[in-house]
Each structure stands twice: as structure tokens, then as C-alpha cells.
């Protein structure tokens, strides 16, 4: 391992300073001096991952949307298992990358990373940063497969865990923003062991799934899918029209092939 990319210790009082060890406060703001805070607009490198077929190839195409803590390249793996030859399947990463355990003195925490969509800190800044990102990521594969194939492909869109409610933000603004207009409507739209989004409304969903297929998806053993949650999204999806199809199988808070297969290969074009 590199040691540049070790955490570096905190700056404070050398470990081998006495205790009654003064701290220099040159530089330091003076007590009660306000501390405010600003914000820029810069350019950012996202990265997606994909399985499937090629342009050429794909006359369906699947957006999923990994869940809290994945990397889109693991999180693809039970695509691999499961596309169809025809379908190409992307998946795009939250622009929000951490380490997932905390600093270990020999750098061990390194080796683990994942990423996330959102936080509650900035949080409208970084929704609008993770939709133009999904934006510009499917116009780019769309307009790819257009110019292998000369026709727009049928979509899909799931999202898993954290990834619901991420999806139905997305897909609510391409549906209020007809300009975009390369990938709508959204023939198919899986909602796998997550909680609806609560900042899109009900009006927004019901045009955004006018002509979607939706599927509620949730493992017999995921904590995190009780019934009272499961009721909940069934009660507000009643509520504004949504007719549903719902899934189940054996197993906990994760994705499942034999079940996965069967939803990407039912999606047609609307």
C-alpha cells in the first residue's frame, strides 16, 4: 500500500509534549469570530457500470440504481447472471464515495469503499449534481445504441434499497422535462426493498408511470422490508392510481437472480 494514501494524524499537540503543553493560536480566528460558509459549482468525474450487450445489440435497456454503501461494479454482478442477450444494463454511482470503516493504524480501511446518493447535508445541491449526472449517463448510452441500431431502446429502471427513491426522483424529472425527451416513457419501473420518495409527489409519480409497468419487489426475510413498510407503499401507490405487480421470494435485504432474470426479460416496449 501506498503510505500518500494513509490518513494522516491529527494536527494537535505532539504525542511526546508535556501536558500542561501550550498550543499555538497564531492564525487562529479570535473567540466568537463567525464562520461562513460558501459554494461553488465545478466539474466532476462520475463513472457507471455496465453489463449486457453491446449498442448493437441492446434493444432493451435497464438503469438500476445500487443501494446505500454499493459500488456500481458489485452491484452489477447479479445482472451478469441474469441479462438477456438482448438488454444492456447500466448502472450509474452515487458522486458520493467514502470508506466503509473507520481509520485503522495499519491503513486496512482502505481496501473498502462504497458510495451513496445523497445525505441530508447540502442535500438539495446534491440531488441536483446526481440528476444531471444520470441525465448526461443515459443520454450518452442511449444515443449510442440509436446509432447502432437506429432506433431508441426499450427502458427499464430499477432501483434497490436507496436506489427507490433516487430512481423515482430521476424518472419523475425526465417525465417533468419532456426537452430531455431521448429515453422516456419508462416502460418498466422495479422498486426492490426500498421506501417511496417522499420529495416527489403524488401528481409527479402519476404522470412519471402513465405508461410504466411497476413492480414492488421485496425479499420474505429483509428487516428492512416489515410489513407495516410493505403496507405503507402499497397504501400511497393505491392512493394516486398505480396499479402494481408485487414479488416476493426467499431471502433477505439483497437482489435475487432467478427473480431479476424474469423481470428483465418481461420488459417491453409500451
Known amino acids: 500500500m501506498n503510505n500518500d494514501e494513509r490518513v494522516p494524524a491529527p494536527e494537535s499537540v505532539p504525542s511526546d509534549a508535556p501536558a500542561h503543553a501550550h ?15 460558501h459554494k461553488i459549482t465545478v466539474a466532476r468525474t462520475a463513472r457507471y457500470a455496465i453489463v449486457g450487450a453491446a449498442p448493437a445489440q441492446a434493444a432493451r435497456l435497464w438503469i438500476a440504481f445500487h443501494g446505500y454503501a454499493h459500488r456500481a461494479e458489485d452491484f452489477v454482478a ?3 447472471e441474469s441479462v438477456p442477450t438482448d438488454t444492456r444494463v447500466i448502472a450509474p454511482e452515487g458522486l458520493s464515495r467514502f470508506y466503509l470503516e473507520l481509520p485503522r493504524p495499519d491503513g486496512g480501511h482502505l481496501n473498502r469503499t462504497g458510495a ?9 445541491d446534491e440531488l441536483r449534481d446526481a ?9 450518452r ?54 421506501g417511496l420518495a417522499n420529495d416527489v409527489d403524488d401528481s409527479a409519480l402519476r404522470d412519471a408511470w402513465k405508461q410504466t409497468q ?24 393505491e392512493s394516486i392510481g398505480v396499479k402494481t405487480h408485487e414479488h416476493s421470494f426467499d431471502g433477505g435485504h ?7 432474470a424474469t423481470l428483465l426479460r418481461q420488459l417491453k416496449r409500451p
Request: charged content about 15%; cysteine-free.
Open 131 to 139: 440528476i444531471s449526472m444520470l441525465h448526461a449517463v443515459v443520454a
Open 78 to 80: 447479479p445482472f451478469a
Open 116 to 124: 451513496s446518493w445523497l445525505t441530508r447535508d447540502d442535500r438539495d
Open 214 to 237: 411497476v413492480h414492488v419487489v421485496a425479499g420474505e426475510r429483509d428487516k428492512f422490508a416489515s410489513d407495516t413498510t410493505r403496507a405503507a407503499v402499497r397504501s400511497r401507490l
Open 23 to 37: 498550543v499555538p493560536t497564531a492564525g487562529l480566528p479570535a473567540a466568537g469570530m463567525p464562520v461562513t460558509m
Open 254 to 260: 439483497r437482489l435475487d437472480t432467478l427473480l431479476l
Open 141 to 194: 448510452e442511449v444515443a449510442a445504441i440509436v446509432s447502432a441500431r437506429g432506433e431508441t431502446p426499450v427502458i427499464g429502471v430499477l432501483g434497490f434499497s436507496q436506489g427507490v427513491a433516487m430512481s423515482m426522483r430521476w424518472v419523475a424529472d425526465v417525465s417533468a422535462n419532456p426537452a430531455l425527451g431521448t429515453h422516456t416513457p419508462v416502460s418498466a419501473h422495479v422498486l426492490w426493498a426500498g
